[in-house]
């Protein structure tokens, strides 16, 4: 038997050792970077398998109108959720939910037996008062109730394409819901508990609650009181038209904020599965492109004055019907045309050939030049989806018919928030604003403004003196020419009428279909408001801007202007009456008259009388105050001594 040496003993003590050294100091490295290194990463992994979340919708950001108006909102419509592997007794679970929630056994059975943590069905999402009660009164283990909401439009069909809804889980799908989804979404809360292998809670260790954030509170540049007006009018021109659409804008000048936004047909934006999807889809304020008609004509003589290529006092011109331009015949509306007239008349009477003469005066690249600076052929970048930018000529297409059809708005395709804003441009001193919707995000709880919106200024398209120019212009149209129906009583307008033939499918113009407009702004020396109007193929009507749409403007900036409290004033153009209208009448001072002395003023006014006296002791409207002949007058009569009375 070999006998092992004191030495190599000794050294395979120490290489035993030694290893057993390095074993333990990799034991306790691996130990330490588990413990120090990676412990916060596999704690996690060990909570997310124990863990089961139960996740809470945050409430969504209210949409309010510039004065706090509330035009979305959120209403309780609480989830129920359950936990399959806590469920003991599916059989009768899924029986008492096939009762409740109207649905199949088989289907409520199939659903709470699912191989997951947690289900959310469907048919279990936004019930009712009553659904919920039921359900708790039950007492059902793995059955949970989630605080949840839906959306809310207090005002139905109201601002409906501007608003936009939400989806089942209160996303954003169309309109101002989908453009600022995130801001008005917040951010999601959880409760989470934990659960052995078998997915039985364990008590013992304590929930974590995670409180859901709500989303920020939308205020709008909308302004409720103008666009319950913009609203009423439309229904009416819907009921006396039946037209295949309609649209009108409403607009700030002086920073592009929209003041009111509506189109027919329209929708409840909590029903809209009943709809055609065309419905909701098109925006038409934004969406629609088509050719504008003699409101574009405003562009043209924005150009011409500014380039002074005209004098609209000094300068004349001839129309006799129709202008020859580059071989074509280009005719005026009006059959026989305006004779001589100043610049100023042709501006009037939206006399076609004129307007040609201005466009060729001003040459191809100067006036496509303008029209290019005033936002045509690009989108404003207003804060809503689908926005179209309309189709204009190129350049290497533009000859002298181009030239001249594009002076009196045909031939280009425009949108009608493109139009609104370049008219604004052209009458509040030349700036061309970016329009919005968006004023201001505050914050849910404390109410602070959390960002503000700024007007955009795109940039200066004209002098001061050209844009005074144009309102003085445009305000004689309303008073002396084709914009009569716009004209307010005490309140000075300005405006333009269109009409504009529509193409066909077989690129033809249309005959007896057209898209009718008027595009007003008022007080006319220093404009508060911007309305523009189109009614797409109004029935059984002369389709006529001034006929259709002027009057329906005149109504809607009066009453605005009358809402947002503007005093009515004296000094604007006096309206030259044709016929069939009838002359306003002065409304007379008969305070202090008796029942005899009434007489004579009841040719051309309609009295009402209130009261037991001789004498009349107030009336109604004011005297000074202009209404139609024939209007009514109330009275109200009381004795001439006020001591009877006492």
């Known amino acids: 038997m070999k006998r092992v040496s004191n030495v190599t003993m000794r050294k395979r003590l120490v290489t035993v050792f030694l290893c057993a050294i390095v074993i333990f100091g990799i034991i306790d490295f691996r130990l330490g970077y588990v413990q120090f290194v990676i412990g916060d990463v596999l704690m996690e992994r060990a909570k997310e398998s124990w863990s089961r979340d139960i996740t809470f919708e945050p409430e969504r950001g209210k949409i309010l109108d510039k004065n706090g108006e509330v035009l979305a909102e959120n209403v309780t419509a609480p989830t129920v959720m359950v936990v399959p592997r806590q469920i003991q007794e599916p059989q009768k679970v899924a029986e008492h939910f096939a009762d409740i929630l109207d649905i199949t056994v088989e289907k409520a ?41 839906k959306r809310h439009y207090p005002n139905g069909t109201y601002l409906s394409h501007v608003l936009g809804f939400t989806g089942i889980d209160n996303q954003g799908l169309m309109g101002l819901e989908l453009f600022y989804d995130d801001q008005l979404m917040g951010e999601v809360g959880s409760l989470s508990y934990f659960s052995d292998a078998k997915g039985h809670r364990m008590p013992e260790i304590a929930d974590v609650y995670e409180e859901p954030k709500d989303g ?25 038209y039946n037209p295949d659409g309609a ?136 804060d809503l989806q689908g926005e179209g930018k309309g189709i204009l000529f190129n350049p290497e297409q533009v000859g002298p018919v181009e030239l001249a059809t594009t002076a009196f708005g045909q031939g280009v395709s425009v949108t009608p928030i493109q139009q609104v804003m370049a008219v604004s441009a052209a009458i509040n001193g030349g700036y061309l604003y970016q329009p919005y919707l968006a004023e201001e995000w505050t914050n ?27 309102r003085k212009a445009l305000e004689s149209v309303v008073a002396k020419g084709t914009g009569r129906g716009a004209y307010v009583e005490g309140y000075r307008v300005g405006g333009k009428t269109g009409t504009a033939q529509k193409v066909g499918e077989d690129g033809k113009y249309m005959s007896n279909n057209h898209i009718v407009s008027f595009i007003g702004f008022a007080p006319a ?3 508060e408001i911007v309305v523009y109007l189109a009614i797409d193929n109004p029935k059984d009507t002369v389709q006529f801007g001034g ?53 004579q003023y009841l040719v051309n006014l309609s009295i009402e009388a209130s009261g037991s006296g001789d004498v009349i002791v107030d009336q109604a409207p004011e005297p000074g105050e202009k209404i139609e002949q024939g209007g009514e007058v109330r009275l109200y009569f009381g004795d001439d001594d006020p001591n009877k009375n006492d």
């Not at 509170?217 to 006396?240: G, P």
């Not at 404390?446 to 002098?463: A, G, N, Q, W, Y």
């Open 109 to 149: 059975y199939q659903e709470i037996t699912q191989n997951e943590r947690i289900v959310r069905f469907k048919e279990g999402r936004k019930l009712s008062e009553e659904q919920v009660e039921a359900i708790r009164t039950l007492g059902l283990d793995g059955v949970y109730i989630a605080e949840d909401s």
């Open 216 to 240: 920020d509170n939308l205020k709008l540049t909308i302004d409720s009181r103008v666009q319950t007006i913009i609203e009423r009018e439309l229904d009416l021109a819907e009921t006396k």
């Open 247 to 382: 649209l009108a804008i409403a607009v700030d000048p002086d920073t592009g904020g929209i003041l009111g936004m509506s189109s027919r047909p329209n929708f409840h934006p909590e029903h809209y599965q009943d709809v055609d999807p065309d419905t909701y889809n098109r925006n038409l304020p934004v969406w629609s492109t088509y050719e504008p008609g003699s409101t574009f004509k405003i562009i043209t003589l924005a150009a011409a004055l500014e380039e002074g290529v005209v004098d609209l006092e000094e300068d004349e011109f001839t129309d006799n019907g129709a202008i020859d331009v580059g071989g074509a015949t280009l005719h005026c509306w009006k059959s026989g045309g305006h004779g001589h007239q100043t610049y100023l008349e042709v501006v009037q009477n939206s006399c076609n050939p004129g307007f040609v003469t201005l466009g060729e005066k001003l040459g191809e690249k100067k006036l496509f030049s303008y029209i290019n600076n005033f936002g045509f052929g690009e989108k404003t970048g207003i």
């Open 444 to 470: 849910p709880v404390s109410d602070k403004t959390v960002e503000k919106t700024d007007p955009i200024l795109k940039e200066r398209v004209i002098s001061e003196q050209t844009s005074s120019e144009i």
């Open 525 to 527: 020396d220093d404009p």
């Open 547 to 599: 006929v259709v749409a002027a009057p329906i403007v005149g109504n809607v900036i009066g009453d605005s202007l009358r809402a947002l409290g503007v005093e009515p004033r004296k000094d604007g153009l006096e309206k030259e009456y044709q016929w069939p209208d009838q002359p306003l009448v002065e409304v007379p001072d008969l305070r202090g008259l008796t029942r005899k002395d009434l007489q």
